[in-house]
């Protein structure tokens, strides 16, 4: 009788990966890693089958953004693996927990021409990733997939990749893993010295400044009573929106890249930076412009080493330096220098700057926002209509709309879309793209098609590459190679089976949209900027 513990390692890893929580694995199946596949169904785990590799990763993206969960990932040796690279570095730069396991050939060095054949396959996939190992045993292969598990609860979660050769994921394995029990690994706590440190630097303060990154999301109950009770203003990085009520008076929103902004930054006398790298991509400049103390707060040494004297540098969970900030205040009483007036002000002139430099987009934005659901899981595409919106559209609750910002792929919204979807069925989400975007991953819209994923995916069509010919007027160049032929996109989503609607008014806009999120499946609402009131 065949032991039950014993199967080929393709299948044993599938086994491993539900005992650990993965319910869903995104992909494409190969002559090389058709192992892995082996034990999928057995495991009980749901396989989405994607078109092309980059649609497999951006689908594990976005499922695992709207879970906080991995996103695992099975692609095939060489060409499978280069093409899921680009959704790889998308996830390091925004710090998304996702696991890529790939097949790999047994022996590259002395035997030419094979099938798949790179030079060093782990050595290309480390340049995108965290880490990129090699697992030749069973007993490697279940200790690195706990080790990218660990690493993802404990540090700032950002891609693996793990690859085995074909001979390994045939050979039978033990089932080599214990079941684990227990509570989640905790963050890092603050040091109570340092935090009494803090804590007398924002008594102190008159002008205190609080900026929210995406590693503060989990955090938005200690962050609005710490806001309460310092009456501090506050900024939200876009990966950060949501962690601030909307309504905060002296919330001045995420507009963190309007260059004047740096005078409210000088203006602060203490500036708290959580759980944010506030990056080129953040500012568009090359600092805040504070001329007072800083603290940082992050769990990425890298990060906290940007400080300087006399900064202050935390290493901790941004909820949990919160919590231990409001535990510090107790009894403190606020007396703030900020005025709700200086913030409207303020707030109501960057709007109109941004209504400005990209006319007629602002109203859009806010007719949208007014069609969906207040729980409507976002992913947005690099266009110019999100460039827009991560400013305009405030967001009430965080890790809500998601959006390609550091690596800045084009092709994101519409895979990353089907896996936040696939993560929360019943719930509503929503994918914004631009046309030239909308090229890239156009293929998935027949996963969404297979699946009956009732995805609005909005698609603003300007025509053009829009923002690059804006950036090449600037610089004096002679707009060139920024407009293609655009196919008929009703036409083309109709083809894959979607519904597909073209609106001619802003009111048939917003219907469109609320009758997408009770379709039986798509429907692509083609935008472009003759769209009237």
């Given amino acids: 009788m065949a032991d039950p513990q014993m199967r080929p390692l393709g299948a044993q890893i599938s086994h491993m990966l539900k005992d650990r929580g993965v319910d869903a694995i995104f992909g494409i199946p190969g002559v090389h890693n058709q192992?892995?596949?082996?034990?999928?169904?057995?495991?009980?785990?749901?396989?989405?089958l994607a078109r092309h590799e980059q649609g497999a990763g951006f689908m594990a993206d976005g499922y695992a953004r709207a879970t906080g969960k991995v996103g695992v990932a099975y692609v095939i040796t060489g060409p499978g693996l280069c093409n899921i690279m680009t959704p790889m570095g998308q996830a390091y730069s925004d710090s998304v927990p996702?696991?890529?396991?790939?097949?790999?050939?047994?022996?590259?060095?002395?035997?030419?021409?094979?099938l798949h054949q790179m030079k060093d396959q782990r050595a290309a996939a480390e340049t995108v990733c965290d880490w990129s190992e090699e697992a030749r045993t069973p007993e490697a292969a279940y200790a690195?997939?706990?080790?990218?598990?660990?690493?993802?609860?404990?540090?700032?979660?950002?891609?693996?990749?793990?690859?085995?050769?074909?001979?390994?994921?045939?050979?039978?394995?033990?089932?080599?893993?214990?079941?684990?029990?227990?509570?989640?690994?905790?963050?890092?706590?603050?040091?109570?010295?340092?935090?009494?440190?803090?804590?007398?630097?924002?008594?102190?303060?008159?002008?205190?400044?609080?900026?929210?990154?995406?590693?503060?999301?989990?955090?938005?109950?200690?962050?609005?009573?710490?806001l309460e009770m310092t009456q501090a203003a506050s900024f939200c990085t876009y990966a950060g929106?949501?962690?601030?009520?909307?309504?905060?008076?002296?919330?001045?929103?995420?507009?963190?890249?309007?260059?004047?902004?740096?005078?409210?930054?000088?203006?602060?006398?203490?500036?708290?930076?959580?759980?944010?790298?506030?990056?080129?991509?953040?500012?568009?400049?090359?600092?805040?412009?504070?001329?007072c103390?800083?603290?940082?707060?992050?769990?990425?040494?890298?990060?906290?080493?940007?400080?300087?004297?006399?900064?202050s540098r935390i290493y901790s969970d941004s909820m949990e330096f919160l919590r231990a900030l409001g535990s510090g205040l107790k009894g403190y009483t606020a007396s703030t220098a900020w005025t709700p007036?200086?913030?409207?002000?303020?707030?109501?002139?960057?709007?109109?700057?941004?209504?400005?430099?990209?006319?007629?987009?602002?109203?859009?934005?806010?007719?949208?926002?007014?069609?969906?659901?207040?729980?409507?899981?976002?992913?947005?595409?690099m266009t110019q209509f999100a460039y827009v919106a991560k400013e305009v559209w405030d967001m009430d609750r965080p890790g809500h709309w998601h959006h390609p910002y550091g690596f800045g792929t084009l092709g994101y919204a519409t895979p990353a879309a089907i896996g936040g979807a696939v993560a929360r069925p019943g719930q509503p989400t929503m994918a914004i793209i631009g046309d030239y975007g909308f090229h890239y991953t156009m293929q998935e819209l027949g996963v969404a098609v297979e699946l009956g994923l009732p995805i609005p995916i909005i698609l603003w069509?300007?025509?053009?590459?829009?923002?690059?010919?804006?950036?090449?007027?600037?610089?004096?160049?002679?707009?060139?190679?920024?407009?293609?032929?655009?196919?008929?996109?009703?036409?083309?989503?109709?083809?894959?089976?979607?519904?597909?609607?073209?609106p001619k008014t802003i009111a048939a806009m917003q219907g469109a949209v609320k009758d997408a999120f009770t379709a039986d499946g798509p429907t692509l609402i083609y935008l472009t900027p003759d769209l009237t009131a």
């Fill in 35 to 48: 192992e892995m596949y082996r034990g999928i169904e057995e495991a009980g785990i749901t396989h989405v």
């Fill in 98 to 114: 996702m696991l890529v396991i790939s097949s790999c050939l047994d022996e590259t060095a002395a035997t030419r021409g094979q």
């Fill in 144 to 226: 690195l997939i706990d080790r990218a598990l660990t690493e993802f609860q404990t540090a700032r979660p950002r891609p693996k990749h793990i690859q085995l050769p074909i001979q390994a994921l045939q050979s039978d394995a033990m089932q080599g893993w214990e079941t684990l029990y227990g509570p989640a690994y905790a963050r890092p706590f603050p040091l109570w010295d340092q935090m009494d440190g803090v804590v007398d630097q924002v008594r102190k303060a008159k002008r205190p400044l609080f900026v929210f990154g995406g590693g503060a999301k989990t955090a938005v109950k200690a962050a609005r009573q710490v």
């Fill in 241 to 291: 929106r949501g962690v601030v009520a909307p309504d905060d008076p002296l919330y001045f929103g995420s507009y963190l890249a309007r260059p004047d902004s740096e005078k409210v930054f000088a203006s602060a006398d203490l500036v708290i930076q959580i759980g944010t790298d506030m990056a080129e991509v953040d500012l568009w400049r090359n600092s805040p412009g504070a001329t």
């Fill in 293 to 311: 103390d800083t603290v940082y707060v992050n769990i990425d040494p890298e990060v906290l080493a940007r400080g300087a004297a006399p900064d």
């Fill in 341 to 381: 007036e200086e913030v409207a002000k303020t707030r109501a002139r960057w709007r109109a700057e941004t209504d400005a430099e990209r006319p007629g987009i602002v109203p859009l934005c806010d007719a949208l926002r007014a069609a969906v659901p207040s729980d409507t899981m976002i992913y947005s595409d």
């Fill in 461 to 502: 069509d300007n025509g053009k590459l829009k923002e690059i010919e804006d950036s090449m007027t600037r610089a004096q160049i002679a707009p060139n190679a920024v407009i293609a032929r655009n196919p008929d996109f009703v036409k083309l989503a109709e083809a894959f089976g979607a519904r597909a609607v073209a």
